[in-house]
């Protein structure tokens, strides 16, 4: 592990890895997180793949991250794999179309304080942490300026006091980074806090570790989930059904005995999960442990991502074959973020 020194640990934006101190009592999942690539190269000879395939241009403006569990999962020798291409850095990235922009979904008219976002009448989404386990490529925070804007202790309390002056929210969002990066002290710490709001119903997490560290579940979490005032809802997000491990369904069944309400959301990629049968054997594998799909989301048009994107008529195509296929509850609601709306906006609701 001592290799790393030199890896960019902070870079300018988008989500930032682990802080490099760690004591020696560090829990397993921050040990993995220590232990994760940070170079794709690395990632690339593990697969058995050409270094050559990651370009050094794209990884320099977005930092590579991927953890060895989900590497793992990855196929070997396969260039293609939809795990290894959500991760890996290509020159495709530099291919900026009119409309694809640093923030694209409007976060910075959403500012509320510093850390609290505001878009939606009774919610208010808190960005407890620039970090995350793993880099997604097509992250629509990857510009987001994490280093004035992350919820750190010193704003807390400003974001709080906004919280408590709006007798209308109902329900307070963490999302990050990944708000599950925050340790179960602080976590703990936080919830009570947020519990404390008299008008708050529920508290929602919006967080991609049970996937992509799965090691992150761990028995005092759940503890602090199991005996939260609030109800607790959790959303998860896995974007192929090859993601949802033996080690994912277990942490999720931990997760699922707390009592939180378990959702997922999806970014629909292409090269990844474009296909209504990959998407179909997603909603299925997630029904199997406890999940329901929530959100299905078309690609919100940030910097550097654009050869993700899939043509809405072929996203509302997608969705036919789903509707087609699999009960109501099994198809996820297709939607698209654009700035200033009142909801997300359901796509294709009648078709
Ligand atoms: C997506 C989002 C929410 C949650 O919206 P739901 O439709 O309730 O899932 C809340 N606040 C912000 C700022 C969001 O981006
Ligand atoms: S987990 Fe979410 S916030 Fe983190 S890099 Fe992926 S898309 Fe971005």
Same mark, same amino acid.
């Given at each position: 592990?001592?290799?790393?020194?030199?890896?960019?640990?902070?870079?300018?934006?988008?989500?930032?890895? /682990?802080?490099?101190?760690?004591?020696?009592?560090?829990?397993? &999942?921050?040990?993995?997180?220590?232990?994760?690539?940070?170079?794709?190269?690395? $990632?690339?000879?593990?697969?058995?793949?050409?270094?050559?395939?990651?370009?050094?241009?794209?990884?320099?403006? /977005?930092? /590579?991250?991927?953890?060895?569990?989900?590497?793992?999962?990855?196929?070997?020798?396969?260039?293609?794999?939809?795990?290894?291409?959500?991760?890996?850095?290509?020159?495709?990235?530099? &291919?900026?179309?009119?409309?694809?922009? !640093?923030?694209?979904?409007?976060?910075?008219?959403?500012?509320?304080?510093?850390?609290?976002?505001?878009?939606?009448?009774?919610?208010?989404? $808190?960005?407890?942490?620039?970090?995350?386990?793993?880099?997604?490529?097509?992250?629509?925070?990857?510009? /987001?300026?994490?280093?004035?804007?992350? $919820?750190?202790?010193?704003?807390?309390?400003?974001?709080?006091?906004?919280?408590?002056?709006?007798?209308?929210?109902?329900?307070?969002?963490?999302?990050?980074?990944?708000?599950?990066?925050?340790?179960?002290?602080?976590?703990?710490?936080?919830?009570?806090?947020?519990?404390?709001?008299?008008?708050?119903?529920?508290?929602?997490? =919006?967080?991609?570790?049970?996937?992509?560290?799965?090691?992150?579940?761990?028995?005092?979490?759940?503890?602090?989930?199991?005996?939260?005032?609030?109800?607790?809802?959790?959303?998860?997000?896995?974007?192929?059904?090859?993601?949802?491990?033996?080690?994912?369904?277990?942490?999720?069944?931990?997760?699922?005995?707390?009592?939180?309400?378990?959702?997922?959301?999806?970014?629909?990629?292409?090269?990844?999960?474009?296909?209504?049968?990959?998407?179909?054997?997603?909603?299925?594998? $997630?029904?199997?442990?406890?999940?329901?799909?929530?959100?299905?989301? !078309?690609?919100?048009?940030?910097?550097?991502?654009? =050869?993700?994107?899939?043509?809405?008529?072929?996203?509302?195509?997608?969705?036919?074959?789903?509707?087609?296929?699999?009960?109501?509850?099994?198809?996820?609601?297709?939607? !698209?973020?654009?700035?200033?709306?009142?909801?997300?906006?359901?796509?294709?609701?009648?078709?």
């Amino acid at each position: 592990m001592g290799s790393k020194k030199n890896a960019p640990l902070y870079p300018d934006s988008g989500p930032r890895p /682990f802080p490099p101190s760690l004591s020696p009592k560090a829990e397993v &999942w921050q040990q993995e997180l220590r232990a994760a690539f940070t170079r794709p190269a690395e $990632l690339l000879a593990f697969l058995g793949l050409d270094p050559d395939l990651a370009d050094p241009a794209a990884a320099r403006a /977005f930092a /590579f991250l991927v953890p060895r569990g989900f590497a793992r999962l990855m196929r070997r020798g396969d260039a293609a794999d939809p795990l290894l291409r959500q991760v890996l850095p290509l020159r495709e990235e530099g &291919w900026i179309p009119p409309g694809y922009t !640093q923030d694209p979904v409007g976060d910075a008219q959403a500012r509320d304080a510093p850390g609290l976002l505001r878009k939606y009448q009774g919610r208010a989404l $808190l960005v407890v942490t620039g970090a995350c386990a793993l880099h997604c490529r097509y992250c629509f925070r990857r510009h /987001f300026p994490y280093a004035e804007e992350a $919820l750190i202790h010193d704003r807390e309390q400003q974001a709080l006091d906004a919280l408590a002056r709006d007798p209308d929210l109902t329900e307070v969002i963490l999302s990050g980074g990944d708000p599950l990066m925050l340790d179960d002290a602080r976590l703990e710490e936080l919830l009570k806090r947020l519990s404390a709001l008299g008008q708050v119903r529920r508290l929602r997490l =919006h967080t991609r570790l049970p996937v992509v560290l799965p090691s992150r579940i761990g028995p005092r979490l759940c503890t602090l989930f199991a005996t939260s005032p609030l109800p607790l809802v959790i959303v998860i997000h896995a974007n192929h059904p090859r993601e949802l491990s033996p080690e994912v369904v277990a942490a999720l069944a931990a997760l699922r005995q707390t009592g939180a309400t378990l959702l997922n959301q999806s970014v629909l990629l292409r090269g990844v999960n474009a296909d209504p049968d990959c998407l179909a054997a997603l909603s299925e594998a $997630l029904f199997a442990t406890g999940v329901l799909p929530y959100y299905l989301h !078309q690609l919100d048009p940030v910097a550097g991502a654009a =050869h993700f994107a899939v043509p809405p008529a072929e996203a509302g195509e997608i969705l036919l074959r789903l509707r087609a296929t699999l009960p109501g509850y099994l198809v996820p609601k297709l939607v !698209q973020e654009v700035p200033g709306a009142l909801s997300k906006l359901p796509l294709f609701e009648r078709l």
